[in-house]
């Protein structure tokens, strides 16, 4: 099976480029393209740089940009994949260093919806309870995994990084917003009312068809922008 | 409009102008299916008519609306050179307002 990788050092390279390898799957038994990636590394070229952690798609470490779509390799079977499989960092954050990408401005936009819960009202004695219809509103929103899969797919945040807060950031503010315990719902809708924040989304819905979760980020947007309008008018 | 609520009254305005342009298409799609032949007299009774001069009038101005809400965005997208941007910005504006003063100027002369 050939690979065609993308690579860039920073120090000892002007520029990136794309380099070819041969990896022979019955040499080496290879089910996902991270399982690929690993034993390229391993057998032909020991510089080769990815991240990668729990290798079963939990972590959100081996985020990439596989035959032009964004995913976890560590969960993209080789077996679905035809022809030469192009591998890239993550489209729209600045490389580190092959496939590695700097994560920064993602976690900025991720910072800027406050994700933690804020509750004003008095301590209970015990726990702030929740009853199973209020948790079930939580579903499909806490599963974020942070991978940034969608968040790098979506063209509003390859052109506005700094100003449009991303499917991922959107998709957790949803999630406190919609979460019975937290207090500060208005505070949240009102911080997302300008023109960039949350109403660069067209809702094209890169970020859903790559989600390796399953989740729904356009969704939640959607279900943004109707409480703003519930709550202003 | 306060800066801070752009995005919201923006996207406001663009579903409700998106709804006059899509009532006013289905109405002249409808005109043309009922008339299969417009003469130049059918054409000016019709826009002669005080009702059918203010849903024109008011489709122009959600026309324009929602051109320029479209197309800012798409200047914000593309266009970094804040210069540039602001230069095709108010050549816009003025193209925008040119064409909905010179709609009024026909519809009023009908």
Redesign the interface.
């Given at each position: 099976m050939r690979f065609s990788i993308y690579r860039y050092d920073p120090i000892k390279d002007r520029k990136p480029y794309m380099q070819d390898y041969e990896l022979d799957l019955d040499e080496h038994p290879c089910v996902m393209v991270l399982d690929a990636l690993l034993a390229i590394r391993d057998t032909q070229d020991d510089s080769l740089m990815l991240r990668r952690s729990c290798r079963e798609g939990v972590c959100g470490s081996d985020g990439m940009n596989i035959n032009g779509k964004n995913g976890l390799a560590c969960v993209t079977r080789l077996a679905e994949l035809k022809g030469t499989i192009v591998i890239r960092p993550l489209p729209g954050l600045p490389v580190v260093r092959d496939l590695i990408v700097d994560m920064t401005k993602f976690y900025a936009q991720y910072e800027k919806i406050e994700p933690f819960l804020q509750n004003n009202d008095p301590l209970p004695v015990r726990e702030r309870l929740q009853s199973p219809e209020e948790r079930d509103k939580l579903d499909g929103l806490y599963e974020c995994i942070l991978c940034a899969c969608c968040t790098t797919s979506c063209p509003s945040f390859w052109w506005n990084p700094d100003k449009f807060l991303g499917p991922q950031a959107l998709l957790q503010a949803q999630r406190f917003i919609v979460d019975s315990r937290d207090t500060e719902k208005s505070k949240r809708l009102s911080k997302l009312q300008d023109a960039f924040s949350l109403y660069r989304c067209h809702g094209i819905m890169n970020c859903v068809s790559v989600c390796p979760k399953g989740l729904n980020p356009t969704k939640a947007i959607s279900s943004i922008k109707h409480a703003i309008l519930k709550e202003e008018y | 409009m306060g800066?801070?609520?752009?995005?919201?009254h923006?996207?406001?305005i663009q579903r409700v102008s998106a709804v006059v342009l899509a009532g006013y298409i289905l109405f002249l799609t409808g005109f043309f299916m009922l008339h299969a032949s417009v003469d130049f007299m059918m054409w000016q009774k019709l826009y002669s008519n005080m009702f059918m001069q203010v849903a024109t009038m008011l489709t122009l101005l959600a026309l324009m609306w929602h051109a320029w809400i479209g197309i800012w965005?798409v200047f914000?997208?593309?266009i970094k050179c804040s210069v540039l941007r602001g230069t095709l910005e108010v050549l816009v504006l003025v193209a925008l307002f040119s064409f909905f003063f010179w709609g009024i100027t026909i519809l009023w002369s009908i």
């Open positions: - | 800066v801070s609520q752009k995005g919201l923006d996207w406001i965005a914000t997208d593309y």
